[in-house]
């Protein structure tokens, strides 16, 4: 199975990113695009994020052997209706969203009798829209998909192949499984780095301005985790609460141990766990997901 015509719903950075990465390593793959908002689709235009920006979902995807959405994983529903009507027989659907369980819900209640491979691109940054997309977003990074159990094999192996074809490394997971583990590796720190943000947000007053004035790296960083995108990350919590409550009890249960051991003086404690949590820094970066400069590689 050939993915020869590709169609991208959802213009952003992850849908913009396919497109430049397409271009840059699969030319062969004609690609179109719709965006639901019109300032979107004329920018990513004007960018040549794709081959063909359409001005309707149905236009975008007639033809096409791969559709990927690229919408906040609230919307994976109704972006799926919008483009049902466009769809061919031998069209397979994809997305990126980061919570696997409901999209897979939503994509087969909105596609019945469709080939359905809910996949996510394990890459971002903290920024947004048509002009925050670059080619080499995925390059070394996870794709994880997350097909049912009686999806198509073949099609399986065509998303696989795709994802591989712009650098990725592709990994198969459960659905439920997979939002466990991204309720510890990229839920939690989100929604910790919120709250951090938005309580020195709070106490800005009380400090005359010197939260932000004299932050240093740690309070930096996560800041930049908080500036992502918010109507995502809000649809993202809702969606898999479960799994993101689940994690959430453990971590406060951690967190309480770790204030009992501040409380009473207990180093060796501290100092244990600042071990093991150092030693998991330097295996990320083994594995090749950072960059084991100083400062994260930044350029200043």
């Known amino acids: 199975m050939r993915i020869e015509r590709l169609a991208i719903i ?5 849908g ?7 271009k840059a390593r699969v030319p062969e793959i004609a690609t179109r695009g719709w965006d639901q908002n019109p300032d979107v ?3 990513a235009a004007a960018r040549g994020l ?9 236009a975008a995807v007639a033809g096409a052997d791969l559709v990927i959405l690229c919408v906040p994983v609230g919307a994976m529903g109704e972006a799926a209706r919008a483009i049902r009507a466009g769809l061919g027989p031998q069209a397979i659907i994809s997305d990126v969203g980061s919570s696997k369980q409901a999209v897979a819900a939503a994509l087969a209640e909105a596609l019945p009798g469709f080939r359905i ?65 991204l309720a510890v590796t990229s839920h ?26 004299y932050s240093a790296g740690g309070f930096r960083d996560f800041t930049r985790i908080a500036a992502s995108d918010p109507v995502m990350w ?18 406060v249960e951690d967190l309480t141990a770790l204030q009992r051991a501040i ?25 090749g997901q950072d960059d084991s400069r100083p400062d994260f590689g930044r350029e200043h």
């Open 10 to 14: 959802g213009l952003g950075l992850l």
């Open 16 to 22: 913009g990113s396919i497109g430049l990465a397409v």
């Open 41 to 43: 689709r004329a920018r």
């Open 50 to 58: 794709v081959d063909e920006v359409c001005e309707t979902a149905e």
């Open 117 to 181: 491979v809910p996949a996510h691109p394990v890459a971002g940054t903290e920024q947004s829209g048509p002009d925050a997309g670059f080619a080499t977003l995925f390059a070394g990074r996870w794709c994880i998909l997350t097909p049912s159990e009686d999806a198509d094999e073949a099609a399986i192996e065509a998303v696989a192949g795709f994802w591989t074809a712009l650098g990725s490394r592709v990994e198969r997971m459960d659905a439920a499984h997979h939002d466990l583990v």
């Open 188 to 213: 939690i720190p989100h929604l910790i780095a919120y709250t951090i943000v938005g309580t020195a947000s709070d106490l800005e007053e009380v400090t005359q301005s010197e939260v932000i004035k």
């Open 234 to 251: 809000r649809d993202v919590f809702l969606t898999n609460r479960t799994a993101v409550l689940e994690m959430l009890g453990r971590f």
């Open 263 to 287: 409380r009473s003086g207990d180093g060796e404690t501290l100092f244990n766990l600042f071990t093991r949590t150092r030693a998991i820094r330097r295996a990320v970066i083994e594995q």
